[in-house]
Structures are given as C-alpha cells and as structure tokens.
C-alpha cells in the first residue's frame, strides 16, 4: 500500500535518484561507520546509505514508516519523536556495536529534516555535540543561506551565530521542489556540519541570551537593546554599541559571552 505524506510530520519524500546520489556522495558513507538517519521516511536515501555502511540506525516518528523499516535486516528503528531522543545514550550503544575498521568515537548524523522543526532539531543536536562527527541535513534553503551567513548580510541572524560558533558549515547541494513527492513549496538545500576540533569555550546559555537580545530588534543600534542588557550585568569592559546585531561577527559575541 502506498504511504500517504502526512501534513503533520511535515512529510515531502525525495524521489530524484540523481539527487539522492549526489547526496550519498557528499556524505561519504564507508562501511562500519556509525550512522544515524533522522526521518528516512520511504527509505529513499536509507537504502543507499546502508549498502555503503553495513548497518545504519534510523530516528522514525511515523508508526508506519516504523512498521516497514523493521523489516529491513540492517536497519536498527528508534520510534521517537528525535526532539526526545537522547543522542549521548544512542551514541553509546551504537559506538559499542561499531565495526568499522578505524574504531570511532563519534556518530555521523544525517537526514531530510522536517521543515517545520527544523531549528528545534538544530539546537537539540548543538547541546549534545559532543558526540557528533558531523551533520549532513537536507533543508529549506533559506534557513541553511541564514546557518552560513557572514555578518552585515540580510541572512545573518541569532541561528548564523549560534551555530558558527560551534560549527563549520557549507551549502554542498541545491535541491529543487521538483525532486520530492509532493513537492514543497521552497527550494531545498543540503548542508554540511562540521563541529570545531577546538572551540571557544564559553558558557552557552550567556552566548544564547546575549545574542538573542542583540537579535531581538535587529533594525536598531545596540546600544539600545543589547547595551541596557549588558548594563544590568554591570559589564564594565569595551563593546562597541553602535552596530546593529547584523553587523557583530562571531567572533565577537564569543568574546562578548566569555567576558560577561
């Protein structure tokens, strides 16, 4: 019986084997690497992913979908909203089974994430990535063009700066709306994420509130939102106020947090 997309866990299934391929290949699947798919809906890049690495595991909401990949013998199905999955816990248990030649000591993650989530899966994988490799997700474009803008661009934002100073990340592959079933109403894109080997250390929840109330009125001067924050935390160093949020690189919000 054919599977109907549901609305609700903002189903669009890919279809295009070509892009399908160039997709496989920007991840570059070898064999025993600990893999895990969020969403792999019918399976359309599930299948080739598992014929490169042996075994993959899959994060699957849709009690269906869950259904039919249980069948597949190389296939381990986490039934689970991915928002409530504790990736530490699956990285353990899958690190335990690994076989790959070169032992790892992390997880790659990938997957066509749901457009309407998308953000909150960002920023559930950012505080546990610790234990990631790296990330190839496949996402509305617009949101990946704001995940790697530079500063004093239109699509630089709070989620520019939050993920850039954790991440190297790079747009690798657009996918038009034609390539799904049914097609969105957005161009798509694929993204690669790379965790920093050494990044700055500073505590997350000051850079998250920091930034949030930099972004939160981004047309005016800082001064005017980010200076009274900064006031009430009785910082008594340099930051230049008369910038808008656009305008701070990342850099300097960090420097910003840790000084804080």
Same mark, same amino acid.
């Given at each position: 019986?054919k ?6 866990f ?6 295009d084997?070509?892009?399908? !391929? %160039? ?8 064999a025993?690497?600990p893999m ?7 399976a359309?890049l ?13 994060i699957?909401?849709?009690r269906?979908? #869950? ?11 986490v039934?689970?909203? +991915?928002?409530k999955?504790?990736?530490? %816990?699956? =990285?353990t248990?899958?690190? %335990?089974k =690994?076989?790959? #030649?070169?032992? *790892?000591? $992390?997880?790659r993650?990938v997957?066509n994430?749901p ?7 960002l ?5 546990? +990535? ?14 990946? !063009?704001?995940m790697? *803008? $530079?500063p004093?661009?239109?699509?630089y934002?709070r989620l ?9 990340? *790079?747009?690798v ?5 034609g ?7 957005? !161009? ?10 050494e ?6 929840k000051?850079? @998250?509130?920091?930034?949030? +109330? ?5 047309? $005016? ?6 200076? $009274?924050?900064l @006031?009430e935390?009785?910082f #008594?160093g340099?930051? !230049?106020?008369?910038?808008?949020a @656009?305008?701070?690189?990342?850099? @300097?919000?960090? %420097?910003l =947090?840790? #000084?804080?």
């Amino acid at each position: 019986m054919k599977h109907i997309a549901r609305k609700r866990f903002g189903q669009h299934f890919l279809t295009d084997g070509g892009i399908i !391929d %160039a997709i496989v290949d920007a991840i570059n699947p070898e064999a025993g690497q600990p893999m895990v798919e969020i969403g792999p809906g019918l399976a359309a890049l599930t299948q080739p992913l598992v014929e490169r690495l042996g075994h993959l595991t899959v994060i699957e909401l849709d009690r269906d979908l #869950a259904v039919r990949l249980r069948e597949h013998p190389h296939l381990s199905v986490v039934e689970s909203d +991915v928002l409530k999955v504790d990736f530490r %816990a699956l =990285a353990t248990q899958m690190l %335990a089974k =690994a076989t790959s #030649a070169a032992p *790892a000591s $992390k997880i790659r993650v990938v997957g066509n994430l749901p457009y309407n989530i998308s953000t909150p899966i960002l920023f559930h994988l950012l505080a546990q +990535v610790d234990v990631i490799e790296d990330q190839h997700f496949m996402l509305q474009k617009e949101v990946i !063009d704001r995940m790697v *803008a $530079k500063p004093s661009t239109s699509d630089y934002s709070r989620l520019s700066v939050m993920l850039q100073w954790r991440y190297d990340m *790079a747009n690798v592959l657009f996918v038009p709306p034609g390539s799904f079933d049914p097609p969105p109403r957005v !161009d798509s894109a694929v993204v690669r994420m790379v965790p920093l080997a050494e990044p700055p250390q500073v505590n997350v929840k000051t850079l @998250e509130t920091l930034v949030q +109330v930099a972004f939160s009125q981004r047309r $005016k001067i800082l001064r005017n939102t980010l200076g $009274k924050w900064l @006031e009430e935390k009785g910082f #008594a160093g340099h930051f !230049d106020l008369q910038r808008r949020a @656009e305008e701070v690189p990342v850099a @300097e919000f960090v %420097a910003l =947090a840790q #000084a804080v």
